[in-house]
């Protein structure tokens, strides 16, 4: 089922790095739904582009939150198991205290936290280690050093739930389905949730 016209605009209409004209694009193009699929995500990279990642991460979901609520509009922010520090031993619900370990993880931490702050309507979906066959991703990644390489190294202290971009492409169009019902009758809630595959 259609859920209506989608305005994709690209990064010279909506710059993330400039966030203070995010309002001003929300304005013209008057959502009913906002969903925030982009960020700054070179995990390592953002140690050393600490500002940069945090205005990306932080201060456009941030700007777009506050437009959302201006108009009315429902605000889908996608976020990060980065949140989390890894240390605990089996998977992480909503209900366990964020503790980023990097500053990747504290931008998109404080981006939630934002979009949370801002009084809009807002659905935060966490997930991770996104793949897809496009883009850059692990599982690329790996594919490609398989084919040029005898022997890989990979780091071996890590666990996480691989998750394709189309499941979560198709549980938010489910969800949005779902809770633009539950906005018409008024019982919306907003909330975070872990979106990742089991």
Request: proline share 5%; net charge negative; glycine share 8%.
């Amino acid at each position: 089922m259609p859920l209506g016209e989608v305005v994709a605009p690209g990064r010279g209409l909506c710059d993330l790095s400039h966030s203070e004209s995010l309002g001003e694009l929300v304005d013209v193009v008057r959502p009913h739904v906002i969903v925030n699929a982009a960020a700054y995500t070179a995990v390592d990279k953002a140690e050393q582009e600490s500002d940069l990642a945090m205005t990306i991460n932080a201060a456009a979901p941030a700007a777009l939150a506050v437009a959302a609520r201006r108009h009315g509009a429902l605000l889908v922010h996608y976020s990060t198991d980065y949140v989390f520090d890894g240390m605990k031993s089996g998977p992480y619900s909503e209900e366990d205290p964020p503790c980023p370990a990097s500053v990747y993880g504290r931008s998109k931490l404080a981006g939630e936290e934002a979009v949370r702050a801002s009084g809009a309507d807002h659905l935060i979906l966490r997930t991770s280690w996104v793949y897809a066959a496009r883009g850059k991703n692990f599982l690329k990644t790996i594919l490609r050093l398989a084919g040029e390489r005898e022997e890989l190294r990979v780091v071996a202290d890590q666990f996480g739930a691989p998750t394709w971009a189309r499941l979560v492409a198709e549980v938010t169009a489910l969800v949005l389905q779902q809770d633009l019902a539950r906005r018409k009758n008024s019982s919306f809630e907003s909330g975070t949730f872990h979106l990742t595959a089991a």
